[in-house]
């Protein structure tokens, strides 16, 4: 199912993808099977989702993420690729890339700084900040982000 208001410039959409109203998602990205991809979402080019991902509305996912499989995105998550943002220039020397892992859960409203790695299965709580690495099975909250324990 893929919402008419949609603008789908890629080809790579897995079979049983639900897409819905006012999402754009940009060429080359590449989107898994049995994903959910909220409304007004922006999915920019070539970024990659996994497999089983649900982004929530208003969700931002710039070029240079990698989500792999089983990730929940919760409402207007943003991710960014560029820690020195300007107008003008040639920003490719600043570009970051940036990598959740499978099973990671991103609770709403939190900010993912680029450059950083989201282990496995690990839980951002709500409105953060994530400015570095959060370690697998950790649930991590604050601005800037902090482990803050263990979690199964």
Excluded at 20 to 36: D, E, L, M, S, V
Excluded at 90 to 98: H, L, Q, V
Aim: net charge positive.
């Amino acid at each position: 199912m893929i919402h008419y208001t949609s603008i789908i410039e890629s080809d790579n959409i897995g079979k049983n993808t639900k897409i819905w109203a006012f999402t754009h998602i940009c060429k080359n990205a590449i989107i898994g099977n049995n994903c959910i991809i909220g409304e007004g979402v922006y999915i920019g080019p070539n970024v990659i989702i996994g497999n089983n991902c649900k982004i929530q509305n208003h969700s931002l996912i710039y070029e240079g993420v990698v989500i792999e499989d089983d990730v929940f995105i919760g409402p207007n998550v943003i991710t960014t690729n560029d820690n020195f943002p300007k107008v003008l220039g040639d920003w490719s020397n600043r570009f970051k890339k940036t990598l959740i892992k499978k099973g990671v859960s991103i609770c709403a409203n939190s900010t993912i700084v680029c450059g950083i790695i989201l282990g496995e299965n690990c839980m951002i709580g709500a409105g953060s900040v994530v400015t570095k690495n959060i370690k697998e099975n950790y649930l991590a909250y604050g601005n800037p982000a902090r482990h803050i324990r263990k979690i199964q």
